[in-house]
Structures are given as C-alpha cells and as structure tokens.
C-alpha cells in the first residue's frame, strides 16, 4: 500500500473516554475512510506504527440532526475502527505520526 493511500485510510485517533479505556486491553480507535475495507485498515496500522494487528472492528457512526441558523441539518456520517493489538503491542496516539 502506497503511504499517501495509508494516509487517507487511516485520518486520525478518537481520543473519547471509552476508546481511552480501550487502551488498557490493547485496543486503539481511529476515524477511518468511509470506503475503507478490514483489510485496508489492518495493512495500513501494521505499515505505519510498525505493529502486529490481531483484529479490526468496523462502526459506521451516522450523523446527528443538529440545527444550523434555524434550518435543519445533517452531519455527515463517519465510519471508527476498532484495532486490537497483539500481545506486547502497543501505540501512542498522543503523539504525531
């Protein structure tokens, strides 16, 4: 996989409680393409941070309805992956890539 096409598979970390409490049992969430496949997902965490992925869990978040300037709206919908890190694996989202 090319390192631009990682790039845009993998945008960035979800720093929430639940996924910090992920952490503790190896798992780390990141905000993933909306096209983007398991596989896609697993190859680019391995070729990036240099880790053993054990498997990969996918959630498609739909947008809320939220209200802008009295008119209804719509966010976009956004899809999360779950990663889950072999044993003694581990990555630090608090820093850059």
Do not use: C
Request: hydrophobic share 40%; proline share 3%.
């Amino acid at each position: 996989m090319i390192q631009e096409a990682m790039y845009q598979t993998i945008l960035g970390p979800v720093i929430t409680e639940k996924s910090t409490l992920g952490s503790e049992h190896g798992q780390i969430t990141f905000r993933v393409a909306i096209d983007a496949t398991k596989p896609q997902v697993k190859q680019a965490v391995e070729e990036l941070f240099k880790v053993k992925v054990k498997a990969v869990n996918t959630i498609r978040v739909k947008g809320k309805k939220k209200r802008f300037r009295g008119v209804m709206g719509r966010r976009p919908d956004w899809k999360k992956a779950v990663i889950t890190l072999e044993d003694g694996h581990s990555i630090d989202v608090t820093t850059g890539i």
